[in-house]
């Protein structure tokens, strides 16, 4: 058995973060006249396989272009807010973009974008899902980590109970633990308070926004299933109570 590298699985685990945590990415695809490179801002989510998921307009350029030829990169830039920007994180996925009519994709973007729910069903709108073929990670200065698809991405989660037990978690959460949320956002995290919601949850933790900001709530350890996932956000939540009565 080949030993493991904990400098990898770390290059790994911020990846996965830098994809799960951001809506937004820069993508780069090839102009259809002349092959040159062609850089927009666009909305993203991501699928429980860590699949980046799009919506995109057919009139806009990128997505002719995209028609043309589907191999396209997304940065995810996760330096923000950093003195030095250029010592934070940023990961590049290089893959080929895919229309898609799946379900998911569409439920998954449209809880993390609500606003996009407005323009989704337009004629000229469609959702994309992105096949990751590899990806190049820069941590800061030095730290520079080229990673397969193989080791990138969970397509083993695709086929966890927690996928199709996804929907009615974060609509409980919502419903009737909001304040479990508020806690989470502000106490675990930080944030400032008032209205946060709960968007997403997969095998590794939640998705949280408040307006235009979006939170990650991480797990402290993976999970498969619904019962797996109420079972840290209790812990979490326990967690968050105590730290406010402290």
């Known amino acids: ?70 191999r396209v990169s997304l940065l995810f830039d996760g330096t923000a807010g ?29 809880a993390r974008h609500p606003e996009a729910a407005g323009y989704a069903d337009f004629a000229d709108f469609a959702f994309y899902r992105v096949d990751v073929e590899a990806a190049h990670q820069v941590a800061g200065f030095g730290r520079i980590d080229a990673l397969g698809a193989v080791a990138l991405m969970r397509p083993d989660a695709l086929a966890q109970p927690l996928v199709a037990a996804e929907a009615d978690i974060v609509a409980h959460m919502n419903d009737d ?33 408040r307006g235009g900001t979006v939170a990650r709530l991480p797990f402290d350890a993976e999970v498969s299933d619904g019962d797996g996932a109420r ?11 105590e730290s406010a009565q402290a």
């Open 1 to 70: 058995m080949a030993e493991s590298d904990p400098a990898k699985e770390t290059a790994i685990s911020q990846a996965r973060d830098l994809l799960r945590g951001l809506d937004a990415a820069m993508l780069g695809t090839l102009r259809r006249v002349d092959a040159g490179p062609n850089v927009s801002l666009v909305l993203v989510a991501v699928d429980h396989d860590l699949s980046p998921i799009l919506l995109i307009s057919t009139l806009a350029e990128h997505t002719r272009n995209i028609d043309v030829d589907d």
């Open 82 to 110: 950093l003195e030095s920007r250029l010592t934070g994180a940023r990961l590049t996925v290089q893959g080929r973009a895919v229309r898609s009519d799946e379900a998911r994709h569409r439920a998954r973007f449209l």
């Open 177 to 209: 633990h909001g304040d479990a949320i508020e806690l989470c956002a502000t106490r675990l995290l930080g944030h400032a308070s008032g209205g946060w919601v709960m968007t997403g949850c997969d095998s590794a933790g939640c998705d949280l926004r």
């Open 231 to 241: 079972r840290q956000l209790v812990r979490l939540t326990r967690r968050a109570r």
